[in-house]
């Protein structure tokens, strides 16, 4: 595996020049989700016989961040996160400084945000300019790594749908993979933010999980958000949303795919989780 720091060395060790490649975006503090994603763009790679193999980014994006305190507490792990990296099959692994992603003196453009980053109302709401800045650092990295595939985690649906408009809308030859969500032991879904909660707040964050599968018996979006708020309630979780919409628009659901999504502090400690909804009883 080849460990670069600037965009300039990046381009000089592919082989290819770019397009052979599959890419995993990361923010470092890695995790087994994050080696999940790993491993599934190294497979591609090889079946796709990709000569540069998966490229991972680690970056802590500053314009991401609501609140500069959060950026300030973000975890670094960069051994760690290296050793991660190796172990799920990376080729290589573009780990810039701040300066290398926003040169200095160069202004680069926010790309225009697509609708759904704007229009549900959710992430969107909790977090403002928050997929500006999400688009801004994901349009340089493409630029940068030029991949053919670039996969990102289910956990964080609304950015997965965000990224794939955003291309779309750029008309970048980029296959967006979302893969599935993992979880610890007992259902919780892997975050780095995990490590921020205390052992009683991780067992009752447990019950964001347990929501989201309880919707499967409900037969209507408007039964199943009031089970999630519900349950949420019981262990005392400070919900700031639990709603059924679109899977792809994220607005009112129709007849189209369906996704059920928490937002949720457990403490001080902000949790998303989400799973695929429909219907009980429909096939």
Known sequence: ????TTARDLVRVMVSGGRLCTFVPTMGALHEGHASLVTRAAEIAKQRDLTDGCVVSIFVNPTQFNEKADFDRYPRTVDADLALCERAGASIVY????????????QLAVPEVPAV??????????????????CQVVKRLFDVVRPQVAVFGEK?????????????????????VGAATVREKGG???????????EEDRNRA???SEALCETWSTATPTEAEAVMRQILAVHQIETEYAVVRDAISLVAPGAGPMRALIAARVGSVRLIDNVAWRPAGTV
Do not use: C
């Open 117 to 134: 980053a704007t229009q549900p109302k959710l992430e969107d709401a909790h977090r403002p300019g928050h997929f500006g800045g999400v």
């Open 156 to 176: 964080d649906w609304q950015q997965l749908q965000v990224i794939r408009a955003m291309t779309q809308q750029l008309r970048y030859p980029i296959e967006v």
């Open 188 to 198: 919780l879904a892997m975050s780095s933010r995990n490590r921020f909660l205390s």
């Open 95 to 106: 780990a810039p400084a701040v300066g290398d992603v926003y040169p200095a003196g160069e």
């Open 206 to 208: 447990m019950a964001i």
């Open 1 to 4: 595996m080849i460990v670069v």
